[in-house]
């Protein structure tokens, strides 16, 4: 026992070593840790908090960036920094709500799948492959369309687009993994489908499902963003970044920091989220290593 | 090749009925009446009821999906509140725009990206190498949305480069119409003047479009090719001594594209559902914009019919790239 565990902290010890050197996996894990912090602090610590409510200040309108007001104001004189401060824990809970719940539709629906075979695969692999001819951001367009407004709306219709890219890897990986001896052994031994997939399959195949995830969120953060600057999703005064981008681009190029600093932040993000997914990758799929 | 065409046509048509299935099921998600939404916001209850008869809705669910099948293919795609036309009307005459823009961006992505990716493999983990690596990644992670507002803040605004949005001078005059692509018509035509100021219009949006899917292309390229570098028949043609160029052009290249191909289809599809934020930026009267002022109408027929447009798009876009895939490549059509 005790030997094993080392082995396996040697193992850990090796990987965070790999992962340090590289650069950029540091820069994106150092730059998600920031955003964290901002979603979970961002509202409570923002300098305006009357903002995000919605008041008005019309004698402050379009102030340029500067000491009392960092990202400047917007049309309706709102301090733009704490709107785009208070919007990172918008952004990034739908985008990982999105992941988070497709990743566990498709997990369910590809571990079905690949155990019981036969006819269930067939139904559900042609439901995958129905829900994949459509691009993503125009499915989760028209969905969130019928649906309506309101942020619940919007990480439903995204992860109605999402779940089958899941469901298609755990699937393989399942029907790879379940004539292991492991498997067949566990089968002899009286364990149910249920315990079977749990408590055997599933941690054997946790790595290439957590790389998927880790290089998934900064794509539907994006997607969150997306759908609010063609305006479905949430609407103002929510201050998410993609609706405050959508209102505030009229103002270039006079005002342009309105439309400027949501935009950016929404970059800086999705940027943060790519780069730590990358390196998370490396680490745990040792065959993407080149 | 020619039944390995036709099987591939055949297995087209299950997967367009399952895409009008899937679209059924979306104007059925609609909470409440989708009677409402088609009648639009301001409808009377009355109309409500008259549209509601008049589509079927009080029939069963089966029927009512039967109703709209054979209905698509009469050419019944639904009416726009808003522009007070057939949505496939509308269709027809926004398609062209959008076909031009992705069409434009792909080539912009393919003939960047192969050689570029071609490039980072040789001199792989050196700078050009990381260079190529950080931008990409840059690019990947870029709001289309976003970067076109910065194209038109630079670009269009600060230097005055190239017009700001839109798809063709209101005070010129359109070169005739034969595909509705104006650089394409323009220069059957024998334009140029009108072919230039087209290109002008395309260049922005186009640009913008194609980073995300450029920087994708380089990433598979550089790692299918760094792939097949590694293959024994590559070392034995340097040990044979040919030349590295020989050995690129004649052997590599042939053989990380075909892994690079597929890709470019699935992209395809992403540059399709970008059409959407590229043309809202720009003002460029495609589908994607056509869809995007319906969303704010809330003139919800359009929106399924760009859905449904852009789903059969996307399907034979892939038959295509798998047709290419199988010309390139024997072993796939003798499976």
Sequence with gaps: ?290 | MVSFIARRILLLIPVVVGLTMLVFAITRLVPGDPARLAAGPNATPAQIEAISRQFGLDRPLPVQYWRYATGLLHGDWGMSIYSRRPVLQDLRDYLPATLELVLAAMALAVVLGIPLGLLAAIYRNRWPDMLTNVVSMGAISMPRFFLGLLFQLGFAMALGWLPLSGRFPLDEDVPPHLTGLLTIDALAAGDLHACWVALQYLALPAIAMSLSPLATIVRMMRASTIEVLQQDYVTTERALGLSQRLILFKYVLKNAISATLTVIGLYFGWLLGGTVLVETVFDWPGIGLYATSAILTQDFMPIVGVTLCIGVLFVVVNLLVDVIYAALNPRVRLK
Excluded at chain 1, 30 to 46: D, E, K, R
């Design chain 1, 1 to 290: 026992m005790s030997a094993t565990s080392s082995a396996r902290a040697r193992a850990w010890r090796r990987g965070f070593y790999r992962f340090r050197q590289s650069l950029l996996s540091v820069v994106g894990l150092t730059l998600v840790g920031l955003l964290i912090l901002a979603a979970l602090l961002g509202p409570m610590i923002v300098p305006f908090p009357q903002d995000l409510a919605g008041t008005v200040h019309t004698a402050a309108r379009f102030q340029p960036p500067g000491a009392a007001h960092w990202f400047g104001t917007n049309e309706l004189g709102q301090d733009v920094f704490s709107l785009v401060l208070a919007g990172t824990r918008i952004s990034l809970l739908s985008g990982m709500a999105v992941v988070a719940i497709g990743a566990a539709v498709g997990v369910l629906v590809g571990a079905i799948a690949g155990f019981f075979a036969g006819w269930i695969d067939e139904l559900l692999m042609r439901l995958v492959d129905l829900v994949l001819t459509v691009p993503s951001l125009i499915l989760a367009m028209a969905v969130a369309a019928a649906l309506g407004p309101g942020i619940v709306n919007m990480v439903v219709a995204i992860t109605l687009s999402w779940w089958p890219g899941y469901a298609r890897l755990v699937r393989g990986e399942v029907m790879a993994k379940k004539n292991e001896a492991f498997v067949v052994a566990s089968i002899a031994a009286g364990a149910g489908v249920g315990r079977l997939l749990w408590r055997h399959i599933l941690p054997n195949i946790l790595s290439p499902i957590i790389v998927k995830m880790s290089l998934d969120v900064g794509f539907a953060v994006l997607t969150v963003a997306s759908l609010g600057f063609i305006g479905i999703g949430v609407r103002p005064p929510t201050p998410e970044w993609g609706t405050l981008l959508a209102v505030s681009r009229g103002n270039i190029p006079d005002d342009w920091w309105t439309a400027i600093c949501p935009g950016t932040a929404i970059f800086i993000a999705v940027f943060a989220f790519n780069l730590l997914g990358d390196g998370i990758r490396d680490l745990l799929d040792p065959r993407a290593r080149r």
